[in-house]
């Protein structure tokens, strides 16, 4: 157990310092609390006493809207929106679970892209997800080299299917249209470059004194708290769970490649700490560079369309379909009837479970800690609140 | 015209007219300060910050000035008005009336007192009320916080300053900067940095303590000052911006004028203790009252850029690391300092 | 384990709460549950040696056209095995017994599934809307819901 500084504060006088608590409004219009979340915070003088999160300032009703599409299909666009930072990820989920629905199997050279650009992806939402963390810090620097970075991958995205931020590119059934000419050089490129430029940055920020004194022992997520409050991807990795969808529920060919799943060690602090959470994420680009080399060298020829009707119309039931996001399991539940638009669905995203978690690991911590707590969680209120 | 030399020799007149003077260096400098942090910030950034306005951008600090003139001055309703008022031109008086005993050459200081240093000190915690000032007349739970987080640190942080400053004295001798400044006369080998004006023995074994102290104050400045990775009263990520998140238009401007000159007064009070004030590196060479400007200036800059760097570099403190880097770091090593200093002159 | 054994465990323990079962031809083969049993059947295959259902992946509250249903979806991190457990209730009467203490991950799904459909987890700790404003009236994803005319005084359609 680690002992929070009300603890010390109070073995170290040897009587309560308690004074009168103060009720603080964090959000939603809060530099740090990364878009439209609310906390109320308890505060007695600079520890959290309390934290109650209101959320849905950023409610859309994703899932009212799609139960009136026309078709399947056009749900994709509004998945785009609902983790903005991370749209090809949510895509490739929806059409996993749509594709579970439908009982369709893809061409191999689909399976092939959706992969590149869902680790693509997930490069591009970690870079955000540490660079913002960074600046929840007070380093605002590393945010820019992040993002340097990350343009690079928008700039792939956009030469595949013209937008940098909602591409709506993986469709039911396989993808809107196949890889450019010489994108698969200008990815080879990028991952060469990226591994250089990635190692100044870890030791810019990830390794800095200030920060691991910052962030070592702050929040800790302990294991089975962790796996109770079915938080997923880093956020779970870090508190030492092995455990990654791609891996152990495999939903495309992840299983081809070779990677590891990086779990947290708690090399300066404590396993399950904000420390670990922002490292497993740094280390998991690594990883998913690994699998687009790989992907890259042993692209298939092929289609990248499987001919399916425009207006899909499934044999009634149900299925639930998850993927590996960067934030974590991002699940699907569709409902359907004997109808061309989705009976129900349901979306789990990451970030509105893991984001449950805060009240838990955040008492006793300092009003700073807070902010650093909320920033390892690394939360998309678009996907939060939907 | 001789109605101009009398009203000139009115001593009153004189005064004013002398106490203005540091605000015809402030002013410029602001400008220029604001042009260097935000061009450093880019360039470590690895963007190129404003390249529209002037050559490469070089208009943009007097459009921001022109900006902050014509915004809106916003009183919230629920703030205590008068202290709200009050308390951006309290905490630039502190740091202004700190400019009275900077040398910025042989020839010119605001005031020539015997108790210099000491004044500065005394006189810059003047900033702590206005801050608090503000803070609590912001009526705002996140201003609050910022003006007690800042008092708390400015206060710790005057404790192992004002010992290091006091090592300083104890080698010099004076508590006049000006003589302070005359006692490093001579080159670079007599700044206070490498023991000043002592004899040879004595130099080298001041040395270490010398540039311990230098450290000491270096970062007690930068707490002083609220910069990153002290900038804990203003934290952006955490308390939106401390004690002036209420402010607007002009008084924030001043807010942040003052902010910029207590960056140039803890950067020139640095030059003054250990890096020989106006005085030339090369001895002989390039002094005189208008290189001693010169130089002064030119040292000044150096540390202020110095805090920049550092500024767009490190992630910021917690508060309560803030504070044991204070008490139990900072003060223990300033107090072993002063007494092994005491030993060396008094040998 | 294949959902055959682990709907057999089931069967053999809550003979009677077990209301419909498909395996074949399911894309995610599940079990209805009789709603008053469910928590006691979470409890159940949460704590099993063999089934170790720890990880409630999601639940979600569904409107059949006339009764309402929440259906969970549980994955074991120690076995790798999954299963869907079903509930359905009558739309007059939509209480149904929070498995919150069982999985707090549940916690702010059924809050969710309160806010949008309107059903009631007896025993929850703390059943609040979560998506929608405090003050908003009626449960949107209800196939029954129709739109206010004014929320607040302020036009609802635009």
């Known amino acids: 157990m680690i002992k929070t500084t009300l603890d010390i504060a109070r073995t170290s006088t040897g009587k309560s310092l308690r004074t009168e608590e103060m009720v603080v409004n964090m959000g939603p219009q809060h530099p740090s609390t990364h878009g439209v979340l609310r906390l109320e915070v308890v505060l007695d003088g600079e520890i959290v006493v309390d934290v109650i999160p209101h959320i849905g300032y950023l409610h859309r009703c994703f899932e009212k809207h799609c139960e009136h599409m026309t078709s399947y299909q056009q749900v994709i666009p509004y998945v785009d929106r609902m983790d903005y930072v991370a749209a090809m990820t949510n895509e490739m989920a929806y059409v996993v679970a749509a594709e579970k629905l439908l009982k369709i199997e893809v061409p191999e050279r689909v399976h092939y892209i959706r992969i590149i650009m869902a680790e693509l992806q997930r490069i591009a939402s970690h870079l955000i997800a540490i660079g913002t963390f960074g600046i929840d810090m007070g380093a605002f620097t590393p945010f820019l080299y992040y993002f340097r970075d990350r343009e690079k991958i928008l700039d792939l995205f956009e030469m595949t299917c013209g937008a940098r931020l909602l591409y709506n590119y993986m469709w039911i059934g396989g993808l809107s249209h196949d890889l450019p000419p010489q994108f698969v050089e200008k990815a080879k490129q990028f991952c060469v470059d990226f591994k250089k430029t990635m190692k100044e940055v870890n030791d810019l920020l990830n390794y800095n004194e200030i920060f691991i004194k910052r962030t070592a022992n702050v929040g800790v997520l302990p294991k089975d708290l962790a796996i109770n409050y079915a938080c997923s991807g880093p956020m779970l990795r870090a508190s030492g769970v092995d455990f990654d969808l791609r891996r152990d529920d495999p939903y495309t060919l992840y299983n081809k490649f070779e990677w590891n799943v990086i779990v947290g060690k708690g090399e300066v602090g404590v396993v399950g700490d904000v420390w670990n959470r922002n490292m497993v994420r740094q280390n998991e680009m690594w990883e998913s560079v690994r699998i687009i080399e790989q992907a890259l060298a042993t692209l298939p020829e092929g289609d990248v369309k499987k001919a399916i009707p425009k207006r899909i119309r499934p044999t009634p039931g149900d299925a639930y379909g998850r993927v590996e996001g960067p934030r974590g399991e991002l699940g699907f539940y569709i409902v359907a009837e004997d109808s061309v638009t989705p009976f129900r669905i349901k979306a789990r995203a990451p970030a509105f479970v893991n984001l449950s978690v805060i009240n838990e690991i955040s008492k006793g911590a300092m009003l700073a800690d807070l902010v650093a707590i909320i920033g390892s969680i690394d939360i998309v209120l678009g996907e939060v609140d939907r | ?347 | 384990m294949t959902a055959q054994e682990i709907h057999d465990i089931i069967k053999a323990q809550f003979s009677d709460a077990v209301l419909e079962v498909k395996i074949e031809g399911a894309r995610d083969p599940f079990i209805k549950i009789l709603p008053e049993k469910i928590k006691d059947v979470a409890q159940f295959v949460r704590d099993h040696a063999q089934m170790k259902f720890d990880y409630l992946m999601c639940l979600s509250g569904v409107d059949y056209k006339g009764k309402l249903g929440v259906v969970y979806h549980l994955y074991s991190l120690t076995h790798g095995h999954k299963i869907v457990l079903k509930v359905e209730v009558s739309t007059d009467t939509p209480n149904v017994p929070s498995v919150e203490s069982i999985w707090k991950s549940a916690n702010w799904h059924e809050r969710e599934a309160f806010d949008l459909f309107g059903i009631h987890f007896e025993g929850h700790s703390d059943l609040r809307r979560i998506l929608l404003p405090d003050d908003w009236e009626g449960h949107p994803l209800r196939k029954d819901y129709e739109v206010p005319e004014f929320y607040n005084g302020m036009k609802v359609p635009y």
């Open chain 2, 1 to 347: 015209m001789e109605n101009i030399l009398q009203l000139l020799s009115n001593p009153i007149v004189s005064a004013v007219l002398m106490a203005l003077a540091p605000l015809l260096f402030i002013l410029p400098y602001a400008l220029v300060t604001i042009y260097i942090e935000m061009k450093m910030a880019a360039h470590i950034q690895n963007r190129l910050a404003y390249m529209q306005t002037g050559w490469h951008g070089t208009l943009q600090p007097f459009a921001d000035i022109l900006k902050l003139l014509q915004k809106e001055d916003i009183i919230p309703t629920a703030a205590s008005k008068f202290l709200f008022i009050l308390a951006p031109y309290l905490v630039f008086v502190g740091t202004y009336s700190s400019f009275a005993v900077l040398p910025f050459s042989s020839a010119f200081i605001g005031s020539n007192i015997d108790l210099g240093i000491f004044f500065l000190i005394a006189v810059s915690s003047l900033v702590v009320v206005g801050l608090l000032m503000s803070g609590w007349a912001s009526n705002n739970k996140w201003s609050l916080f910022g003006a007690l987080r800042s008092a708390a640190q400015i206060v710790s942080y005057e404790i192992p300053s004002a010992l290091a400053i006091l090592g300083v004295v104890m080698v010099s001798g004076t508590m006049s900067t000006q003589e302070m400044t005359h006692f490093q006369d001579g080159g670079i080998g007599q700044w206070i940095i490498f023991g000043g004006n002592l004899p040879l023995w004595q130099k080298l074994s001041l040395i270490p303590f010398m540039i311990i102290l230098f450290l000491i104050y270096l970062v007690s400045s930068m707490a002083e000052v609220n910069r990153t990775p002290f900038d804990i009263p203003e934290a952006e990520s955490e308390l939106v911006q401390g004690y002036n998140t209420e402010y607007s238009g002009m008084k924030f401007a001043i807010f942040y004028l003052a902010e910029y000159a207590n960056l140039f007064l803890v950067s020139a009070v640095v030059v003054i203790l250990f890096f020989g004030g106006w005085t030339s590196p090369f001895g002989t060479f390039l002094s005189g009252p208008v290189w001693g400007a010169f130089w002064f200036v030119t040292k000044g800059m150096l540390f202020v850029c110095l805090n920049i760097w550092l500024r767009w570099t490190l992630p910021r403190l917690r508060v309560d690391q803030l504070m044991y880097v204070s008490w139990k770091v900072l003060t223990p090593f300033a107090l072993l300092c002063v007494l092994a200093i005491g030993l060396i002159v008094v040998m």
